[in-house]
C-alpha cells in the first residue's frame, strides 16, 4: 500500500518511438472511424456491441481487462463479461504490475482474480508469469521495443476489453492503456513508466519525474500500437463506462465513483474510441451526482489528451470519428 501511495503522489506533481509496419487500417468512413455505442450495461448489451463490429474473434481469443486491484470495486465484474467471454471461447489475460500489492506476483495476482471471481467464467492467464518477449515498435523515439508477457504468443486474437476510468499518472485509462500498461510485463511497465529509461520494475520509481510527462504517455502511445500491430490487426476494442472514479482499478482505495454509467463502447480504431469516452464524459451536464468537473480536472492536469494525440500521430487511428448507436436495432 505503501508504494500504491507513493504512485499516487508521483502523479500528483505531475503536470500534464519511427518505424512502421504493415497492418490493417481501421474501419473508417469519411465522418471517422466508426465506433458503436449502446446505453445499456448488461452482458446482453456487451455481446450486441461486440456483434456490431462485425468482426469475429477466432482462434485463441485473448480477452485483456484489469483484474482490480484488491480493495477495488469499481472494475469490470465477472458476471457482465462472463457471456461474452464464453461465446468467443476465450481466455482472460493479465500481468503483473510494477508496483507493490497484491497482483505484483502471480501467487497474490491469482488470489485476487478468485476474490474477483474471474476464474469463474474461463481460464486466466497471467502472461508474464513464466516470463515475457520483446515485441517491435513504430516510434524508437523513447522505446526500442516493448516488454510484454510471453504468454501473448500463445494467442492469435485479442478482444481489449477495457473499464474507461480516470488514472492517477495517465489522466484516464480506456482501451490504451489497457493495451500497453495493461500488456507490459513487470519490466515492460517500468520501461514504459519511466519512457525507455529503465527495464528494472526494482528502479521504478528512480525515473518518474514530472518533466517526463508527456514523453511517458507517449511511450503508452507507443506500447498500444506495437500490441496492435503484433495481432496484425486481429485486435477489436470495447470500453464499458460504468463504476468511474477518477482513479484507475489498480488504486486499492480508489475515490468514490463520482460519474453517472453512461454506457457500452466498441470500435477497430482505439484512438476513436478512446476520444469519443473521453468526449462523451465532457460533454456531461455538471450535476449533484455526476461530478465532470473532477474528471475533466483529473484529465487536464496530466496532459491525458496527449496519449491519444500521440497514437494518431503514429498512424495507430483517427480521433475523428461516427458514433453509431445500436439501441433499437434488431
Not at 466508426?34 to 456491441?49: Q, R
Not at 482462434?59 to 482490480?68: L, N, P
Not at 470495447?238 to 460519474?259: E, K, Q
Request: proline share 3%; glycine share 10%.
Amino acid at each position: 500500500m505503501k508504494r500504491i501511495a507513493l504512485f499516487a503522489a508521483a502523479a500528483l506533481l505531475l503536470v500534464g518511438c519511427k518505424q512502421k509496419q504493415e497492418t490493417p487500417e481501421p474501419v473508417q468512413e469519411p465522418q471517422g472511424s466508426v465506433v458503436y455505442m449502446t446505453k445499456e450495461i448488461s452482458p446482453e448489451a456487451l455481446i450486441n456491441v461486440y456483434k456490431a463490429l462485425g468482426v469475429p474473434a477466432e482462434g485463441r481469443v485473448a480477452v485483456k481487462i484489469s483484474t482490480g486491484e484488491a480493495g477495488n470495486n469499481n472494475h469490470l465484474k465477472a458476471d457482465l463479461i462472463g457471456p461474452l467471454v464464453q461465446l468467443v471461447n476465450g481466455k482472460i489475460v493479465e500481468c503483473n504490475t510494477a508496483y507493490a500489492g497484491k497482483r505484483m506476483n502471480t501467487k497474490d495476482h491469482l488470489k485476487v482474480i478468485e476474490e474477483h471471481g474471474f476464474n469463474t467464467i474461463g481460464g486466466v492467464d497471467i502472461m508474464d508469469a513464466d516470463g515475457e518477449i520483446k515485441i517491435p515498435v513504430r516510434d524508437t523515439t523513447y522505446m526500442h521495443y516493448n516488454i510484454v508477457g510471453k504468454n501473448l504468443q500463445n494467442y492469435d486474437f485479442m478482444i481489449n476489453l477495457a473499464h474507461f476510468k480516470g488514472h492517477q499518472m495517465g489522466g484516464f485509462g480506456g482501451v490504451l492503456k489497457n493495451a500497453s500498461i495493461g500488456v507490459a510485463s513487470r519490466n515492460g511497465k517500468t520501461y514504459i513508466h519511466t519512457n525507455g529509461q529503465s527495464e528494472d520494475y526494482t528502479h521504478l520509481w528512480d525515473y518518474i519525474q514530472p518533466e517526463n510527462q508527456d514523453k511517458f504517455l507517449e511511450c503508452m502511445a507507443t506500447a498500444s500500437a506495437a500490441v496492435h500491430d503484433y495481432f496484425k490487426g486481429k485486435v477489436i476494442y470495447i470500453a464499458v463506462m460504468n463504476n468511474m472514479s477518477i482513479d484507475c482499478d489498480c488504486n486499492g482505495n480508489p475515490t468514490p465513483v463520482a460519474l453517472k454509467d453512461m454506457g457500452i463502447l466498441a470500435s477497430t480504431d482505439p484512438v476513436a474510441l478512446d476520444q469519443a469516452c473521453i468526449d462523451l464524459v465532457l460533454s456531461q451536464e455538471q450535476t449533484a451526482d455526476n461530478d465532470v468537473a473532477s474528471m475533466k480536472g483529473r484529465i487536464e492536469s496530466r496532459h491525458g489528451i496527449h496519449t491519444v494525440e500521440h497514437a494518431e500521430k503514429i498512424g495507430l487511428g483517427s480521433r475523428k470519428y461516427k458514433l453509431v448507436s445500436i439501441d433499437g436495432k434488431e
